[in-house]
């Protein structure tokens, strides 16, 4: 990866705080740290995904001018959080929910038992989670959701 460089007036580099900050992140996660260091090639990285106990999924999606792009957390046992993944779909219809949801249990998220979804009301995800997971599953609207809805509704009468 190439560096900015800034120089001054004298043509000495002047250090960039952001640059700094940013090359001193580690861009691997730990468990990823761990799967490379065991030999886990990519191919064979999904397999080690049935280890995380996710007991709960935050499910939302974020709009990017005609695109939206569905972000999933998983929360394990111990309260570890988990990005399971990012899916792009022109909305938060049924099809594209479903089509990233599955997407989870080919890599390892198990669909025979029950967690916890929270999700922002859309009945298409709300869909898209009964038919992957079956009705065991609950799916509850977030609180920041529920209350931009209430105030909404408040405003409209």
Same mark, same amino acid.
């Given at each position: 990866?190439? @560096? &900015?460089? *800034? *120089? $001054? @007036? $004298?043509?000495?580099? *002047? &250090? =960039?705080? /952001?640059?700094?900050?940013? +090359?001193? +992140? $580690?861009p691997l996660g730990q468990r990823a740290l761990e799967?490379? /260091?065991?030999?886990? +090639?990519t191919r064979k990285y999904a397999r080690t995904l049935g280890a995380l106990d996710v007991c709960a999924v935050f499910i939302d999606?974020? %709009?990017?001018? #005609?695109? *939206?792009?569905?972000? /999933?957390?998983g929360v394990d046992a111990t309260g570890a959080k988990h990005v399971l993944g990012l899916w792009e779909g022109a909305t938060e219809n049924e099809v594209a929910c479903k089509s990233m =949801? #599955?997407?989870?249990? #080919?890599?390892?998220l198990a669909s025979n038992r029950s967690r916890l979804f929270i999700i922002d009301g859309?009945?298409?995800l709300r869909a898209a989670i009964r038919s992957v997971f079956g009705k065991r599953t609950l799916a509850r609207r977030c609180v920041? %959701?529920?209350s931009v809805r209430r105030s909404t509704l408040r405003r409209a009468s």
């Open positions: 990866m190439k @560096r &900015p460089r *800034v *120089v $001054d @007036r $004298d043509g000495r580099e *002047v &250090p =960039l705080d /952001a640059w700094s900050k940013l +090359a001193s +992140a $580690d799967q490379m /260091a065991i030999g886990v +090639a999606g974020i %709009h990017f001018g #005609e695109h *939206v792009v569905l972000c /999933a957390l =949801l #599955e997407n989870f249990v #080919e890599r390892g859309s009945k298409g920041k %959701h529920t």
